[in-house]
Every structure is written in C-alpha cells, then in structure tokens.
C-alpha cells in the first residue's frame, strides 16, 4: 500500500516538475525568425499573424510553441502503428487548438504569458543579467500557470494533484525525444504540404496560411529535436522498461536536464558538426552554432510548404530538412570527450545500463544491475528534485 501511494505521488510530482521541452518563449523566437511568403499581394516577412478556423490568430513561432499545451492526451503522435496513423494523430493534436471554439480564449491567454516571459529574458539581457539569473527570477512558478490555464488547478501546495493538460500531456511527451521527434515532425509537415498542395491548385491563400500553421506546429518537434538533452535521452525506452514506467520517466527528466547543461557535440548528414546545448540554453552564447542550425531546418521546412504550393502538387517531402538534423558524435560505449550518458540501451545486451557513477559524468563505466527506486532515490539526494 505505501508503494502505491508512493508511485502515485510520484506520478503528480512528475507532472508538476518534470517539463522536457525546450521553454516555450525559445520556441517562439525560433519560430518567428522564419520568412513567410503569402503571395503577392501580401507582404513576405518574420510573424506574419496566421488565422486559425477557430478565429485564433498566431505567429508561425506561437504555433512552434504550441504542441506543449495541445494534443490529445494519451495518443502521442510517434506512438501511431503507422506513417497514416501518425499524420491522423498530428492533424487531430492540431485541431485541439485550431479548431475548438474554446481554445481561442485559452490560447490567447497562454500566447500572453510565452510572449510576456519572451520579454523578460530580452529585457534582462539587454540590462546585462546572465541567463542562469534570469533562470532563477522565472522560476517553476511558471508551471503552475500552465497548468491553471489549461483546465487544472491554480494555486495550493498540492496544485499538482489536480493536472490540467499540459501535465497530462508530459506524461507521454515521447514525440519531444530522439527518433520519435522526427516521426511527429514527418507526420506534420507531410499533411502540411498536403494543404499546401491543395491550396495551390485552388490558388487559395487562406488554405496556404493554414499549411504554414500546420507546419508551425510540426516544427515544435523539429526544434526539440536540436536540444540536447532530447538527442541521447532514450526517453520512452526509459518509460517502458523500467516498473513502475513513472520512475523510468523521472529518471529521463534527471538524464535529460544533464545533457541540456553539458551539451553534446553532434554533426548531421550533410557533414556538419557543432556542439548542441538543450533547454534554457537557447540564446546562450555557446549554442549559437546550434541556434543557426536549427534556423536553417525551419527555414528550409516552411520553404517546402510554399515551394509545394507553387507546384500545385506534392514535393518530396523533408528533403533539405533531415539531412540538417543533428546526431550525437558518441553513443555508449563508445565515449571519449562528451559526459557519460547517464543511461543508454545495449542492442547488444538488450538491456537498459546505467552510468554506475551518477555523481561523475566523466566516468564512462555502466551497469545493468540496478533498480529504478533506488537509482532515482540516489539522483534526488545527489542533484535534488527536478
């Protein structure tokens, strides 16, 4: 019975601390560096406002934001049986914001508090402030905000016994992580240049201005996918394997904010290689090269989406894109100038190892004789709670 009473706080502390995405204002700024073109009698620029069915009007970067908050709860996109069961799942995540009359009002009012917080880091830095300051002045009150804005409670010691959707969608947030990031975006950007497709035949640029929204929200994984506590993280395998699957997810959390701190270097297929810092280290100077990789492979999809539309037909799709995404240079075992990954499945094996010093990055010695509990009893009293 303690067990169980334990597993179950566990899962409402999950929620309440264990956010594994980049923070929504850097989802924003990405997304509103990208040059639209709506036609020519319309102006081609950065933040052109984009109208939803539902009224909504959004920024191709409010859109990139927006996965965070919409979906539907326990269907996450990657997880779909096939490449049409995924574009099913993403247009059906999508129409949760896009479509539902009540989601204006509540979008409007989480686009108010990213933009607001977006603000306040520029702000900040401007007036000199480093980024682990500005960190600290936000702080996790942030969370209880999006938890109140979409549908759960609003204040109180245990807010967090009361999810709202943001929360919930965190418990299965596997399309925010590795392989499965890339699905989600593939699902979303090909049923974006389906639309595209579509508008340009009917020379509808209405339908062209709802591609580009489905693409903004496809592209919040493509961004994920350049943070770097979301390249190695073997978020759902963690999940999965390890009973009960609340701990394997907080375990992810623990491994996840590491890499985000220390970086990775990584290189893609086009033979570029850089060093990828993660989450809250958007703007940090040392993620810049990562920053203007990551620009490029947004430009490149929303370019797709008007390049399809011109064509009046379905291009190949991703082309220019996956080739920019960023892999990890080392994977265990084989590490020799990154941290040791704090956890990593052996194919070999078929086994999930852990690093067996958790308080020593460096240390590129593992295990397979550990226990979910103990290990995450262990990473609460050396690192403390997520």
């Given amino acids: ?13 999950l929620n309440a601390h264990f956010r594994t995405f980049f923070e929504s204002s850097e989802h924003t700024m990405s997304g509103d560096n990208v040059m639209l ?18 009224g909504l009007v959004l920024t191709f970067g409010d859109l990139v934001a927006m996965p965070d908050f919409y979906g539907v709860v326990g269907k996450p996109i990657s997880q779909g049986k096939s490449f049409k069961d995924r574009q099913i799942r993403f247009f059906n995540a999508f129409k949760s914001l896009a479509f539902k009359k009540k989601s204006k009002a509540e ?7 990213i933009h607001n917080q977006r603000d306040r880091v520029l702000d900040a830095l401007k007036k000199g402030k480093s980024l682990k300051e500005i960190k600290v002045e936000i702080g996790e009150a942030q969370n209880v905000k999006w938890n109140c804005l979409t549908g759960g409670a609003c204040s109180g010691t245990f807010w967090w016994l009361s999810p709202g959707r943001y929360l919930n969608l965190a418990k299965e947030d596997y399309d ?25 035949k009917k020379g509808d640029y209405k339908m062209l ?20 506590g979301h390249i190695r993280t073997p978020r759902a395998t963690l999940a999965n394997k390890v009973t009960p699957s609340v701990f394997g997810s907080l375990l992810a959390g623990y491994m996840h904010t590491e890499e985000n701190t220390y970086g990775v270097h990584v290189h893609n297929e086009r033979g570029d290689s850089w060093m990828a810092y993660g989450d809250r280290f958007y703007l940090d100077k040392r993620n810049q090269k990562n920053r203007d990789m990551m620009a490029k492979a947004l430009q490149n999809s929303a370019d797709e989406i008007y ?10 799709s991703t082309k220019n894109i996956a080739v920019l995404f960023p892999e990890a240079d080392e994977m265990a075992p084989h590490i020799s100038k990154d941290i040791s990954p704090m956890f990593w499945w052996s194919k070999k094996y078929q086994t999930l190892m852990r690093r067996k010093d958790l308080n020593d990055v460096w240390k590129g010695h593992w295990t397979n004789d550990w226990w979910g509990w103990s290990t995450l009893a262990m990473l609460r009293n050396i690192k403390g709670d997520l």
């Fill in 37 to 54: 073109i709506l036609g020519k009698a319309q102006n081609a620029g950065k933040a052109l406002p984009l109208h939803m069915p539902n």
């Fill in 307 to 316: 390049e399809t539309f011109e064509a009046r037909e379905m291009i190949a």
């Fill in 107 to 113: 979008a409007e009012k989480i686009m108010a508090v």
């Fill in 176 to 200: 925010h992580f590795g392989q499965d990031a890339f699905l989600a975006y593939q699902a979303g950007h090909h049923v974006s240049m389906h639309v595209a497709a579509e508008a340009g």
């Fill in 209 to 228: 201005e709802l591609a580009y929204a489905l693409d903004g929200f496809a592209c919040h994984f493509l961004t994920d996918r350049f943070s770097a």
């Fill in 1 to 13: 019975m303690r067990l169980l009473l334990l597993t179950l706080l566990l899962s409402f502390s």
